[in-house]
């Protein structure tokens, strides 16, 4: 089967059967699934696993204690054994329990909204369908598909770097489901992003009798803060923003403590050392004698998803693909980071924003564009379909870095 004949027949399948992605989309975005609350992840978590082996995929279950379960799929095709590409997808939402309950999926037009519909529900649905008519059409050219859905995508603290390694290792191109941007765009590059804590301590004294005996750590968190930032954009694409600070007990009292959280997003990984080193050299300046400071990086480093040459294959694979289907489409950088960075760290070239289009994300305003599955799901399955750009481990794998 041609490619144009495959993702035409995807289109319309898909289209055909939008009344049952709505429904499917209900119950899907019915599921409680803060990043927090098991129980609900769970259940949504069982509900994809039975759909994917109705597709005829081989489902594990990762069992979590703390955490929601995490789902690893397979489904061998027929092709290169070798050649492995990876869909990788987040089934936890930034919304309390209680919202699914209280904002059920409405329909206006040609949007739908609900908690998590774009992200990204909507977007592993349209992946189903995609794999669906796939199956409908006997069309597996790939030697392995696996699909990834982890629950703990939306927040620092992860716990599925191992089996992020275990299915990435050896992949050869991975597509991550999360929405495409507002104007259609998909995701080919994306800057990496890592937090740091700063903290300054002082010395207590009474602020109105002996002030001089005290040691500020505020004035000199506030000095560093501004020194800090003010490398934001030294380097292209490079951005630092403080984003918490706190300290003090009292306004009578010298504080003895304080400290601020910072957000810093990269282009490149060696960006990131180089602020750090400057960071380090800023601490030497100091503006309160006598108040010791310590940086310390967050421990989940997200690693920058840069468009390398096999990339921007896959992107220009993606390219074509639209042009059968009538639509433009672009290639974008992104400052957003997603689960794209393990693709990064793990040298395994990748595209993302491969779901439908959607926005208000993290939001009660939420949406999807309907008309946009059917398209969506046939670029993806596309995808699926076409060759790898490179042998698994040509791209080069970065080390994680560490602040000490």
């Not at 709505?22 to 609900?40: P, V, Y």
């Not at 693909?321 to 957003?336: D, K, N, Q, R």
């Amino acid at each position: 089967m041609d490619l144009r004949t495959l993702v035409l027949n995807v289109q319309e399948y898909v289209r055909q059967r939008l009344a049952r992605y709505i429904d499917d989309l209900s119950t899907f975005c019915a599921f409680e699934t803060f990043t927090f609350h098991k129980a609900g992840i769970d259940q949504a978590t069982d509900w994809l696993a039975t759909r994917l082996q109705a597709l005829g995929l081989e489902v594990t279950i990762v069992e979590r204690q703390e955490w929601g379960n995490d789902l690893l799929g397979r489904l061998r095709g027929q092709g290169d054994s070798d050649d492995v590409v990876v869909l990788l997808a987040h089934s936890d939402t930034v919304y309390p329990v209680g919202t699914a309950a209280a904002r059920p999926l409405r329909r206006e037009g040609n949007r739908l909204y609900a908690p998590g519909v774009c992200d990204m529900k909507g977007c592993i649905l349209a992946a189903l369908y995609a794999l669906e008519a796939m199956q409908s059409l006997c069309y597996r050219p790939f030697g392995e598909l696996r699909f990834l859905c982890v629950s703990d995508e939306e927040i620092n603290v992860r716990h599925c770097d191992d089996l992020m390694e275990q299915v990435l290792h050896d992949a050869h191109r991975a597509l991550v489901l999360e929405a495409a941007r507002a104007n259609g765009a998909i995701v080919s590059a994306r800057k990496g992003n890592a937090g740091y804590t700063l903290r300054a301590y002082g010395r207590a004294a009474h602020a109105g009798v002996e002030p001089e005996k005290g040691r500020n750590a505020i004035v000199e968190l506030a000095h560093q803060v501004l020194q800090f930032a003010g490398l934001s954009g030294w380097r292209e694409g490079l951005t630092i923003t403080p984003g918490l600070i706190s300290g003090g007990s009292a306004t009578n009292v010298v504080p003895d403590y304080a400290e601020a959280r910072f957000d810093l997003r990269f282009l490149h990984l060696e960006d990131k050392e180089a602020t750090e080193e400057r960071w380090l050299r800023l601490l030497q300046q100091q503006r309160v004698p006598g108040v010791r400071l310590e940086l310390e990086e967050d421990p989940h480093l997200k690693h920058p998803l840069v468009c390398t040459p096999a990339a921007r294959c896959m992107a220009e694979q993606a390219q074509a693909i639209a042009a059968l289907l009538g639509f433009p489409l672009e290639h974008v950088l992104t400052g957003g980071a997603s689960d794209a960075s393990y693709a990064a760290l793990y040298g395994v070239p990748a595209l993302d924003g491969l779901g439908p289009i959607g926005g208000n994300d993290h939001s009660p305003d939420e949406y999807l564009l309907l008309d946009s599955v059917p398209p969506r799901a046939a670029l993806l399955a596309g995808l699926i379909a076409s060759p790898p750009p490179v042998e698994a481990g040509a791209e080069e794998a970065t080390v994680i870095h560490r602040l000490h």
